[in-house]
């Protein structure tokens, strides 16, 4: 097994490969951390299979056996038809309990499958509740949650409480639908669907129908996920590792043990057209965004990146893959728009390739990066959203193709000049994503304060779109954005507008350099300007305080902020 250093972190993750090959007989590699991969096995070509219509499951012997199941299971296809002839998993040891999902790359190839052996034999339904009838109740726009629109974490005492015919909560896969609406639709009849009623029903769907698509049949009941509880304390901290190997022949040894918690287990199956491998591991707040799928020209990889961990899952398609290993993977970006925003900040839009399902978390960076004079130069960059008001809601199915940038255009700069004379159609490379902004320390907060100035607008973007969509509890949001002048203003209309739209949010300009007609705020960040503006509705308010900005900006807020006794809990700052 091999370890490299990683400023990131992952989770669980399944892989679904086109055709199957046998059971794998895979030595143990290791190597150094600064090393490439190892080359892989020659490929080799593999007859057609031929199993019967039920899927077959493998259990190899020198497999561990699983962990019991959790909320559910994490999948990710990988599109293409090309034979998979050599296999690497690459893993660390887990922290927390996971929360699965399945974010599908799909080609659209896939076939119809027979119904298993098991199928439970329908029922007959009332007039007006077929299928069709389901599909017109869906799209009528009736509220078929209970919770208009919203999505929210459930906790697993909060799911047993859903227990009864009109009012039955069922988990899939780490997502918590409301059934109520759907027991007179579904064909089992109601009695199947109650045999689930609050609780996990991944492993009876499983064993019933695990063809049907129900992402797309239940999306308009999602209620949201499934809340699992911490393991470890939160001031429990482990150096950050990746773990490069390939899938072992047994349960990973006490060598590997030593290097973390507890470490994963492995379990595999295949059907007459996908073999799956599931890695069980232990871990908290996992989603879409924590997910990243590259296929490009004979490598897929996968990787899940959480906290202090991250999990990869490499497979070579047709033959040897030699590349090294980085903590940065990038894929080319191609450039599709670039308007202008301000007299020196343009909107970038770069589209990622077909066959990459990447979502930056909020508060993340990425780097970009290009060839200049024969050398590549590399520059972070925070993604935002197109817009303020766009619509802060992660799907079931994701197709989320496009990253947007604000990007200050410095005249004089190396980078910048470079990447603003970029014409439609060329390409940026993008890196994973980066970052110590975690997404929990928004929730049940009271309170929320962001400090910008100039293009340290752009973390905030994503926080304030997140914490007004998605935070129950959030009170207030007030922005104090610093400039040199009204021009200088990052979407200044958009910021007034949703001020006016949402009164929980307050945006303040403050402006270094105002011509006399200015009539707000001027200077630059002080004790005396903040502590007016950070005001807590009491002692016990939970708050939080972001601020970005140039190197002294941050430094002097960060100093501030303490003087004005505000805890470490209470303060994140945004550095690249």
């Keep these: 097994m091999e370890i490299a250093k990683r400023t990131e972190n992952g989770s669980g993750q399944c892989v679904h490969l086109c055709r199957p090959p046998p059971a794998p007989d895979l030595p143990m590699q290791h190597r150094g951390a600064d090393s490439g991969y190892n080359a892989l096995a020659p490929p080799r070509a593999y007859p057609a299979p031929s199993l019967p219509p039920a899927p077959s499951r493998l259990l190899p012997s020198d497999l561990p056996a699983p962990h019991p199941p959790c909320p559910g299971s994490a999948a990710v296809r990988s599109p293409g038809s090309r034979f998979a002839s050599s296999l690497r998993v690459l893993c660390s040891p887990p922290r927390r309990s996971a929360v699965f999902w399945r974010p599908w790359i ?50 697993e005492e909060e799911l047993k409480k859903h227990n009864k015919k009109d009012d039955c909560w069922i988990c899939i896969r780490g997502f918590v639908y409301n059934v ?3 027991m007179e639709y579904h064909p089992g009849g109601e009695d199947e669907l109650m045999r689930a009623a609050g609780s996990d029903g991944t492993d009876l769907f499983d064993q019933v129908h695990r063809w049907v698509n129900y992402e797309s049949m239940l999306k308009e009941c999602l209620v949201g996920r499934m809340a699992m509880k911490p393991a470890f304390p939160k001031d429990y901290h482990e150096e950050k590792k990746v773990l490069n190997g390939m899938l072992p022949q047994s349960q990973v040894t006490d060598t590997l043990a030593k290097e973390g918690p507890s470490s994963p287990s492995y379990d595999w199956f295949q059907t007459d057209s996908l073999v799956t491998i599931v890695i069980y591991t232990k871990q908290k707040d996992i989603n879409l965004d924590s997910v990243i799928v590259d296929h490009r020209d004979d490598s897929f990889r996968a990787e899940t990146v959480i906290k202090d961990y991250s999990y990869l899952v490499h497979v070579a398609l047709s033959h040897e893959i030699q590349e090294d290993f980085s903590g940065l993977f990038y894929r080319k970006c191609q450039l599709v728009s670039k308007e202008d925003v301000t007299h020196d900040t343009k909107l970038f839009c770069l589209m990622l390739p077909p066959s990459t399902h990447l979502e930056v978390p909020v508060g993340q960076h990425v780097y970009l990066r290009l060839p200049i004079t024969g050398t590549e130069i590399v520059k972070p960059y925070t ?45 940026v490379s993008v890196s994973n994503p980066e970052g110590n902004f975690i997404i929990s320390q928004l929730q049940e907060l009271e309170d929320l304060f962001l400090l910008a100035a100039g293009t340290g607008f752009t973390p905030m973007v994503k926080v304030l779109n997140y914490a007004l969509t998605n935070i129950p509890s959030l009170r207030k949001v007030k922005l104090m954005f610093f400039n040199k002048t009204e021009d200088d203003i990052i979407w200044r209309s958009q910021l007034e507008k949703l001020a006016f739209k949402d009164k929980r949010f307050e945006v303040e300009f403050v402006l270094s350099a105002p011509t006399s007609e200015w009539s707000g705020k001027q200077g630059y960040i002080s004790p005396a300007l903040l502590s007016e503006f950070l005001k807590r509705r009491s002692d016990t308010s939970k708050v939080l305080i972001c601020l970005c900005g140039p190197t002294p900006f941050t430094e002097q807020g960060m100093k501030m902020l303490h003087d004005l006794n505000f805890s470490k809990d209470e303060i994140h700052s945004f550095t690249a």
């Design 106 to 155: 799909d080609d659209g190839g896939e076939k119809e499958q027979e119904a298993p052996h098991n199928a439970v034999e329908a029922v007959p339904l009332k007039q007006g509740r077929s299928l069709m009838d389901w599909i017109r109740l869906t799209k009528s726009g009736k509220d078929l949650t209970g919770l208009k629109g919203r999505l929210i974490e459930v906790t």
């Design 180 to 182: 109520s609406p759907y």
């Design 383 to 427: 993604p935002v959203c197109d817009s303020l008001f766009s619509e802060f809601k992660e799907p079931v199915l994701p197709n989320n193709v496009y990253i947007y940038f604000l990007i200050k255009i410095y005249p004089a700069g190396f980078f910048t000049p470079e990447l603003d004379q970029l014409q439609i159609g060329d390409y």
